[in-house]
């Protein structure tokens, strides 16, 4: 038999009650203790995913834009960058690079696999080609990029009993004396802009070349001011055309479904950002 302190048997209603009152206040001390460290767990997982997605967007952005191309004054083949907007730019996406190999036909161009280097191999239709024209080799004035199409690309190839890509291609330059060593590039037209889908706006992108539906890749981002491209030029003015442009600054504002919100803006030089 339970004996109380002052040796009566049993505990009275009022001790009873007593001690169910204190438990309850250290059992609803320990809940709120326990909901306030799941809440602040919760918004840390919260900010942390918006904070890692933002990362995640500027990344996107300057891997597509670093090799951008352009030429103070120079022509539109000459500058990257084709058109502009505050939530949208149109651009060539460099795709890979490599080198002639042995000497060119008249449509036809080989270049060593192991010089070859880029995001994926040329894909005829969807990829163009720059052929890099080197005039006098005293001035740089003279130097260009000939734009050229490909409609077929072989891997099958070989040069100097090495592996080789051999492409073959429409332009008005003269191939057979273009020399061993030459550069190629190769890109493709994009587009980078917000997009709104399912009530949401994001990061999207797609390929012009291959006609590509646009598709979202980072977000959620706010509605109407989600990413932003701002244009410079040398001195940090706003350039109001692509050949003058020799930054990009792009700024993007997360948000999540409690409306926690954060933004991130990323600067990105132009490559070879040249007086003409």
């Known amino acids: 038999m339970l004996t109380s302190p002052r040796g009566r048997s049993g505990y009275s209603l009022v001790e009873l009650m007593l001690t169910l009152v204190v438990l309850t206040i250290v059992c609803g001390a320990i809940f709120r203790l326990l909901h306030t460290t799941q809440r602040l767990s919760r918004a840390q997982a919260e900010r942390l995913g918006l904070q890692s997605n933002l990362r995640a967007g500027a990344l996107i952005v300057v891997n597509e834009l670093r090799e951008l191309n352009g030429v103070s004054g120079g022509t539109a083949a000459q500058n990257d960058i084709l058109t502009i907007g505050p939530d949208a730019i149109t651009y060539r996406a460099m795709r890979g ?30 990829d163009s080609a720059y052929l890099f024209l080197e005039g006098r080799p005293e001035l740089a004035s003279d130097d260009a990029w000939a734009p050229a199409g490909i409609s077929a690309v072989s891997t099958g190839g070989s040069c100097d009993a090495g592996p080789a890509i051999s492409l073959t291609i429409s332009t008005a330059a003269a191939l057979d004396v273009v020399p061993v060593g030459t550069p190629v590039r190769f890109f493709e037209i994009m587009q980078l802009r917000l997009y709104a889908a399912a009530g949401y706006s994001w990061l999207g992108t797609r390929s ?69």
Request: aromatic letters at 6%; charged letters at 20%.
């Open 97 to 126: 690079v490599g080198f002639l190999c042995r000497a060119s036909s008249t449509n036809e161009i080989h270049l060593a696999r192991s010089t070859f280097g880029g995001y994926r191999d040329p894909a005829p239709g969807r």
């Open 208 to 276: 012009l070349s291959a006609a590509e539906a646009i598709q979202p890749v980072v977000g959620p981002l706010a509605p109407r001011d989600g990413m932003r491209f701002e244009y410079l030029d040398g001195v940090g003015a706003a350039a109001g055309e692509p050949g003058r442009i020799r930054s990009v600054r792009v700024t993007m504002r997360g948000v999540t479904e409690t409306n926690l919100r954060d933004s991130l803006a990323t600067q990105i030089a132009i490559r070879n950002a040249l007086r003409p």
